[in-house]
Structures are given as C-alpha cells and as structure tokens.
Nanobody, 126 residues
Framework: QVQLVESGGGLVQAGASLRLSCAFS????????MGWFRQAPGMEREIVAA????????YYGDSVKGRFTISRDNAKNTVSLQMNRLTPDDTAVYYC???????????????????WGQGTQVTVSS
C-alpha cells in the first residue's frame, strides 16, 4: 500500500514562494507517476502538475505554467512542487497523488490517481 505525506504548506503573502514536498513509501517510487492537485473551498479538485516516473515528462495546469515547477528525487522517494509568484487564487489544500500501477502514462485528472496524501494548506494573502 502506497503512503503519501505532504509537507511545506503555510501562510504567505502574494508574490512569495513556497515549496511543497511529498514523501512516498510502500512501493518502488521510481516506477510511479506522481501528481500534485489542489482544492479550494467550494471548488472541484484540480490538477496542478504531474511528473513521469523517470522525471523527464511533466505536465502543468494552465493557471500555474511558468510559476510552478514539479520535480522528483527517486533516491529520496520524494516529489516536490516549487511555487513561485503566488497569488490569492493559489489558496487551496494541496494534495500529492500517485498513479495506482507503475509505468503508466501521466495522469491528468483525479480519477487517474489511486493514492492520495492528507493534504497541506496553502494560504496566500493579498
């Protein structure tokens, strides 16, 4: 069973940066595609970014392109999300997610991911 634990959320002012991290355990991390999602109050959960098992393939949601960077360290079993130039619209609970089986294609929606972390709150004040 895959377990995911996020860290790094917090309260920041607009324009600031934050780095989220997710620790993966229970399977061979280097074979699983990973994603970051977020959910604001009253909104559906949406994809922020995804990264392939090797780290070469990435995907970003339109609202974060050019500001956020997803990366992974297969030696440390972690996936990270560097968030720059944050705005109040980025306020949400951020979730780390893993595909259900290894070596799948990048997933772009909630239903593509089988395992989820507990989420970490990111709040951006204006």
């Amino acid at each position: 069973q895959v377990q995911l634990v996020e860290s790094g959320g917090g309260l920041v002012q607009a324009g600031a940066s934050l780095r989220l991290s997710c620790a993966f355990s229970g399977r061979t991390f280097s074979t699983y595609n990973m994603g970051w999602f977020r959910q604001a109050p009253g909104m559906e959960r949406e994809i922020v970014a995804a990264i392939g098992w090797s780290g070469y393939s990435t995907y970003y949601g339109d609202s974060v392109k050019g500001r956020f960077t997803i990366s992974r360290d297969n030696a440390k079993n972690t996936v990270s999300l560097q968030m720059n130039r944050l705005t109040p619209d980025d306020t949400a609970v951020y979730y780390c997610a893993s595909r259900g089986v290894p070596y799948r294609d990048l997933g772009y929606s909630v239903r593509d991911y089988a395992y989820w972390g507990q989420g970490t709150q990111v709040t951006v004040s204006s």
